[in-house]
T-cell receptor, first 111, second 115 residues
């Protein structure tokens, strides 16, 4: 069953602007991950945040996690055209045997 | 060196045919997965194998049969293909399963079109 839901479904911005994507999930988790998928390609892992962490940074990426609200956000700062892709959040399934993915946010960054 | 490789990348076939997709990982991971991505980009887990043993079978029709000859390979065989099987199938692997399942490494996908 689907666990994460991303919001918005689509986001269109200009280069240099920041992009924020949100993810809500339903059950208790021990970690939450974000992935990027370029058109026609496989998913690539971006960042993992554990349930005892509130914020994590990686380059231009900033992820927050609020376990009380069961939500996470991904912020991409100073976006570039190359950031154009779909972004998915993923959480462990109830048996912790795999990851369940949300429907994704499609980000378009225009030059 | 491609970490997770799957073949073929594209597959076009007629309804009723049988086809296979192969997947290999050279990362030394214990766990491998098959995911199906539909036209709306929704990713759904199909199967998971840990060290050649099936651990997840998510209500997939039994026309789909995974086979893991060793922990580096997880193939997907599909019998009697139907129009609704058209999708992109992704193979993935992770170091381990369970509560410490970390990052998944994905292949580039196999786009199956059933006519």
């Amino acid at each position: 069953s689907q666990q994460g839901e991303e919001d918005p479904q689509a986001l269109s911005i200009q280069e240099g602007e920041n992009a924020t994507m949100n993810c809500s999930y339903k059950t208790s988790i021990n970690n939450l991950q974000w992935y990027r998928q370029n058109s026609g390609r496989g998913l690539v892992h971006l960042i993992l945040i554990r349930s005892n962490e509130r914020e994590k940074h990686s380059g231009r990426l900033r992820v927050t996690l609020d376990t009380s609200k069961k939500s996470s956000s991904l912020l991409i700062t100073a976006s570039r055209a190359a950031d154009t892709a779909s972004y998915f959040c993923a959480t462990p399934n109830s048996g912790y045997s795999t990851l369940t993915f949300g429907k994704g946010t499609m980000l378009l960054v225009s030059p | 060196d491609t970490a997770v490789s799957q073949t073929p990348k594209y597959l076009v076939t007629q309804m009723g045919n049988d086809k296979s997709i192969k997947c290999e990982q050279n990362l030394g991971h214990d766990t491998m997965y098959w995911y199906k991505q539909d036209s709306k980009k929704f990713l759904k887990i199909m199967f998971s194998y840990n060290n050649k043993e099936l651990i997840i079978n998510e209500t997939v029709p039994n026309r789909f049969s995974p086979k893991s000859p060793d922990k580096a390979h997880l193939n997907l065989h599909i019998n009697s293909l139907e129009l609704g099987d058209s999708a992109v199938y992704f193979c993935a692997s992770s170091l381990r399963t369970g509560a410490n399942t970390g990052e998944l490494f994905f292949g580039e996908g196999s786009r199956l079109t059933v006519l």
